[in-house]
């Protein structure tokens, strides 16, 4: 974004608008944390803001503050639509093409409202009028910080924006260890810290409310956990019935595939999750180094991401999907193994 875009965007924001702002489907911490921090701080500025987000999200991301003013497109579809023909700006964060945001693709595509896109993931469509995207951010919410810092207002930024952002970056960092973090991602979280940002409640409220049935899942993906030593590979599975059997919840296997990557010698993980209600099969996707799981989602499961973190997704069965990517492995076994 330069220096003319940011001239602009100013002069928009001047005066109140009525302003959108969207994550992409099946939204997680720094989708949410992007979103509702930068909502705060346009309420702030005397502007009408609100999130829609395609549909729900997971239940330890419903501390965040402003999470309970979320109009979820999925469940009330003609209030959203509604907001979205009337809006003046839409601001779409953590993603970068309309897709991503599901039933809301339409909506947003035919909307006159001039559009932003504050974005990480690689190769964005071309659809906004003006477009921050960076690929070596930490996360959405850096950026967003980075975006009130070019607007020459980062002395805005209160207790409340500081939680939402502090959020989203503690997420997509995988607490600061993934090798998106840099300097000055540290100071930012530190600015975030002196603005108000409780780094210990925030840490807490998102990873140590495990319920009993989540542990319970966990222990079963752990139990279906493979490792193909050969191609420094390994995969968990989860069928439909697992899932049910453990009363799952949006956000129960977040962090799972994790499990497999920390596997010594171990530098490609994946989880493959069956969704019988979408007829689908949701791929996560992590590895470590230069693998780029980003490169092997978009070629082989119509997905994609960053270098070391990425989804996809299959419309074969659980088992045949597993077949297809053990039988992928093989073009990828010198990269994997160098």
Not at 126 to 143: G, L, Q, R, W
Not at 219 to 228: R, W
Not at 305 to 327: M, P, Q, W
């Amino acid at each position: 974004m330069n220096e003319q875009d940011i001239k602009e965007i100013k002069a928009l924001l001047a005066t109140p608008k009525r302003i959108v702002i969207v994550p992409h489907k099946n939204p997680d911490g720094d989708a949410m944390g992007s979103t509702l921090g930068l909502c705060h701080y346009l309420i702030k500025n005397n502007h009408k803001a609100l999130v829609i987000a395609p549909n729900d999200y997971p239940d330890f991301l419903k501390w965040i503050p402003g999470q309970d003013q979320v109009i979820i497109h999925e469940s009330d579809r003609t209030k959203a639509e509604s907001l979205i023909e009337n809006a003046d700006i839409i601001f779409t964060l953590d993603f970068n093409a309309l897709h991503r945001a599901g039933d809301m693709e339409t909506g947003l595509a035919n909307s006159k409202a001039i559009k932003i896109m504050i974005d990480h993931h690689q190769q964005p469509d071309s659809y906004a009028d003006y477009m921050f995207s960076d690929i070596t951010m930490s996360s959405t919410c850096e950026m967003i910080y980075r975006f009130i810092s070019m607007l020459g207002d980062t002395a805005a930024i209160y207790d409340q924006i500081a939680t939402c952002l502090y959020a989203g970056i503690l997420t997509d960092t995988g607490s600061f260890r993934f090798s998106s973090t840099t300097s000055t991602t540290h100071l930012v979280t530190a600015d975030l810290i002196a603005k108000g940002a409780d780094h210990s409640e925030i840490y807490n409220a998102i990873y140590d409310t495990n319920s009993y049935e989540r542990l319970q899942l966990l222990g079963v993906a752990l139990k279906n956990l493979n490792v193909l030593p050969e191609y420094r590979t390994a995969y968990i599975t989860l069928t439909q019935e697992e899932l049910n059997a453990a009363n799952f919840r949006k956000g129960d296997t977040e962090g799972f595939v994790n499990y497999g990557l920390s596997i010594k010698n171990i530098i490609f993980a994946v989880i493959f999750i069956e969704h019988k209600q979408e007829g689908i099969i949701k791929i996560s996707l992590r590895s470590k180094g230069d693998f780029s799981v980003n490169e092997f989602s978009r070629e082989n499961f119509g997905g994609g991401g960053h270098t070391n973190a990425a989804g996809g997704k299959s419309d074969l069965g659980l088992n045949d999907t597993v077949e297809k990517f053990i039988s992928i492995l093989p073009r990828y076994k010198h990269t994997l193994n160098s």
